[in-house]
């Protein structure tokens, strides 16, 4: 069990009691992580702790962290240190009621799904307490989140949540603000998730930590897993359609590349006034530049410009460049002198053959990808 804390002085040992109270015949260990709360909350678990240390069955412990960091990277600190199979993450508050948590277990075991939701949206499930305004940004926010980002639970904005340890071996969590859960169902997809109705009561005792803060973490939140979700779909696309898709972008450079050439030496002589042998060499070596920027960023997706990286890319690229001309001349002789071929065919042959070599040079290369990737 992971239960965050901040400022939950009056209803923490109500349940961390009710926890053992609905669970009594399993091995039970309770993870509190307080973020070093004003109220007094790390104090009053730790004597609790020590009045309960020879209850059978029930270990708790507590994290006490300096700052307050946020609900989601205290249930990560708590997720680090805890050890059971079966992780449940719930609230302090009581909102959260411990009586359905065996019912959540059981449903784990039983269904051998791999996530069970506590959740207020499905027939059964209901909020009691809460102002018009607070339920209509839980709506909005979960909409958002089925919307956006494919999320297939009704609650994923729910707080209180079992799942199986495994199924987050390898994951890195942003753990920004307070949507855990969020980010749980998006990084998992795939795997088999179950709901469960209750009743959300609103607090009794403090008050809600949420605040407009939490409002733009949800936003910066939303943005990252949609943009985590689109690089793991690319990913998974086939590698013949991903190296295809590539060497099409590699080659619409290249023509973009002839329009460089041809306007950048027209600009040079024309308005420049420049000899007309210099103002094609200029105009070579400006396409040679965007080519490079424009595979660079787009074809082969890599953003790190660091200078001296961009630099030695960039001089690869120019060498690989003069070896497709090489290449293409060479070919061209060839084909039009020893096979006696029509210099159209002979030219789009050679072309064909130096603008492939140059992409796959490139690619292994300049910018260190496999081959067939
Ligand atoms: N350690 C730590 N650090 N705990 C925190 C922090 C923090 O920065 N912020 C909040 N908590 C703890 C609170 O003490 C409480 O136990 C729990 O996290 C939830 O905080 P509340 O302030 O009570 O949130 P809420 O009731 O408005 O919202 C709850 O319900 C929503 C709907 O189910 C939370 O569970 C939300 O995550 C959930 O979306
Ligand atoms: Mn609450």
Not at 86 to 100: A, F, G, K, N, W
Not at 168 to 181: H, S, V
Not at 348 to 355: E, H, K, M, P, R
Request: with cysteine; net charge positive; proline share 3%.
């Amino acid at each position: 069990m992971i239960i965050p804390t901040f400022n939950e002085s009056e209803n923490i040992c109500n349940v961390l009691k009710s926890i053992k109270e609905h669970l009594p015949k399993i091995d039970l260990e309770a993870i509190v992580v307080d973020d070093n709360s004003p109220d007094g909350t790390g104090k009053i678990v730790e004597e609790y702790i020590k009045s309960m240390k020879n209850m059978a069955g029930y270990s708790i412990s507590i994290i006490h962290r300096k700052v307050k960091e946020g609900l989601s990277s205290a249930i990560l600190d708590g997720l680090k240190s805890s050890k059971g199979d079966i992780v449940v993450v719930m609230d302090s508050d009581l909102s959260h009621p411990p009586q359905i948590i065996p019912k959540m277990l059981d449903i784990l075991k039983q269904t051998q799904c791999d996530i069970v939701v506590a959740s207020r949206y499905v027939t059964g499930g209901a909020i009691h307490g809460w102002p018009f305004k607070r339920k209509l940004m839980s709506k909005v926010a979960t909409k958002i989140a089925k919307k956006g980002l494919g999320v297939t639970a009704n609650d994923p904005m729910s707080g209180f949540f079992a799942f199986r340890r495994k199924i987050i071996d390898g994951l890195k969590f942003d753990a920004i603000g307070y949507k855990m859960l969020l980010e749980l169902l998006v990084k998992t997809k795939g795997v088999k998730v179950e709901e469960i109705p209750y009743t959300f009561t609103n607090r009794k005792f403090g008050s809600s930590k949420l605040d407009t803060s939490v409002i733009f973490d949800y936003c910066k939140s939303v943005w990252k897993l949609y943009r985590y979700g689109r690089t793991v779909r690319k990913d998974e696309r086939r590698t013949s359609v991903r190296f295809l898709s590539k060497a099409a972008r590699f080659f619409t450079v290249g023509a973009s590349g002839l329009g460089v050439n041809y306007l950048a030496s027209l600009l040079f002589s024309s308005s420049l006034d420049m000899w007309y042998i210099h103002a094609t060499i200029l105009g070579i070596m400006f396409s040679i530049s965007s080519n490079f920027v424009l595979n660079k960023y787009w074809t082969f997706e890599d953003r790190d410009f660091t200078p001296k990286r961009t630099a030695i890319q960039y001089g690869k690229f120019v060498g690989f460049s003069s070896i497709g001309a090489l290449v293409q001349l060479g070919m061209v002789y060839y084909l039009v002198d020893g096979f006696s071929l029509s210099y159209p065919i002979a030219l789009v042959l050679a072309v064909g053959t130096a603008a492939f070599s140059n992409f796959i040079l490139n690619k292994k290369w300049t910018f260190k990808e496999k081959v067939w990737s």
